[in-house]
Each structure stands twice: as structure tokens, then as C-alpha cells.
């Protein structure tokens, strides 16, 4: 979309959208319901009941108002053509950002680094080591940032436990500490994690490390 974040990704049918889901993961799905008498109501049902399909956002777009069908088959978001421009980018905005999940068990320092991300991110919280894997593996986050010193497991298990499941493999890791790590606490942290950062440094230099510890965003198609 122009002057916007966005790349789309057209498809004129469904057997286009199909083709264009098997080679990339879309960060949100604007779909049309008429489509030349293909049933885009049964591919929203699909989208959204299939494991690899149901957590991205889908914004059905229609001439047809049946806005309580859409939303009963999963649809994040309806919208009558036709369509106001800044409303659904507003939408876009709204369901594709970046989860972040913060590990820490000290509410106030939770609430300090919700503060500084959610104006950019949806933030996600987790009070200890096994919430947190559990969030971390349901809820796919785009990062985690992740304590030390957690009151159940310690931040070194979450991360090992983290990296040895294949559905958080690859999950960047931020981790902040309270800590003075010794070179050799250090080490393998480094290994496992995108970044390290002392809890001392959060309202300063939070909002960088996350952006710097992320991947880089998915495209958005539509179809």
C-alpha cells in the first residue's frame, strides 16, 4: 500500500491465495467474500480451525453485510465496500502488531516496561519461568524479553527449555537482568539470546534493544 508499512500481495482467487499461502506467512489477510462464486466463506472457516492459519488476522472485505457470519467463521475484522482507506489501515495497524512477552516476576518493573512498549507493541505477560514458556509457545510472540531471576525456574532453564522446543526454536530472546554476569555466565547466554541488557538500563534503552533484537517483520499479503 502506498505511503504505508505494507507490502500486499494481490490474488484474484482463491486458488491464487492458496498458492500464495504455501510460500509465505501472511501478517494479516484482507479477504473479499465475492469472488465469482468461489466460497470464500469456507476458506475463512478453513483459516481460521487449521493449526498453521487460525492466529493470522483476517479482515473480511464485502459488498454482502453479514458481518455476524464473518465473525462466527473467525473473522477479526469486517468491513463494507466501499472501503474507507485510513480505516483499514487502522485495522492493519491494529491485528499485525508485534507481540512482545515479558518474563519477570517484579510487578512494578512488568508495568515499567509495559509502559514503555505497548504504545508500539501488544505486550504479553508472564510472572514466572513456566508461564512464560507456555505463553511463549501458544501465543507466538515476536520476542521475548526474559529475567534471570524468576521465582520457579531460573531464566537460564526457560532459555535452554526455549531453544529445545521447535515451536520457540527460533524466538528472539532479550533478556535483562539485574545480574553482574561473569564472562563465564555470560558466554552461553550470548549463544541462546539476541541481546543482554542490564535491568538498570529498561527505560532508557528498551525500546532500541527490542527493535534491535527482533526479526525483521513479515510481508503483508492480502488475497
Not at 524479553?145 to 531460573?154: F, S
Not at 564472562?183 to 532508557?204: F, G, R, V, Y
Amino acid at each position: 500500500m502506498r505511503d504505508t508499512s505494507y507490502e500486499v500481495f494481490p490474488a484474484r482467487n482463491l486458488r491464487d491465495a492458496r498458492r500464495l499461502m504455501q510460500s509465505l506467512r501472511p501478517a494479516a489477510i484482507m479477504l473479499d467474500i465475492v469472488l465469482r462464486g468461489e466460497d470464500t466463506w469456507r476458506w475463512l472457516g478453513q483459516l481460521k480451525t487449521a493449526p498453521a492459519t487460525r492466529a493470522i488476522p483476517v479482515v473480511v472485505i464485502s459488498t454482502v453485510t453479514d458481518a455476524g457470519k464473518g465473525y462466527m467463521l473467525g473473522a477479526d475484522a469486517c468491513v463494507d465496500k466501499p472501503v474507507d482507506r485510513d480505516e483499514l489501515i487502522a485495522k492493519l495497524d491494529q491485528f499485525t502488531r508485534r507481540r512482545i512477552l515479558i518474563v519477570e516476576d517484579e510487578a512494578p518493573l512488568r508495568y515499567s516496561m509495559k509502559r514503555i512498549l505497548e504504545k508500539h507493541y501488544v505486550v504479553i505477560e508472564a510472572v514466572n519461568g513456566q508461564q512464560g514458556l507456555l505463553a511463549a509457545a501458544t501465543l507466538e510472540p515476536a520476542l521475548v524479553v526474559l529475567d534471570l531471576g524468576l521465582p520457579d525456574i531460573n531464566g537460564e532453564q526457560v532459555l535452554v527449555q526455549l531453544r529445545g522446543d521447535p515451536r520457540t526454536a527460533q524466538l528472539p530472546v532479550l533478556i535483562a537482568t539485574s545480574r553482574t554476569l561473569s564472562p563465564a555466565e555470560t558466554a552461553p547466554l550470548h549463544n541462546q539470546s539476541a541481546s543482554i541488557m542490564s535491568k538498570s538500563d529498561l527505560n532508557e534503552h528498551l525500546l532500541t534493544a527490542v527493535a534491535g533484537a527482533m526479526t525483521p517483520a513479515a510481508a503483508v499479503p492480502s488475497a
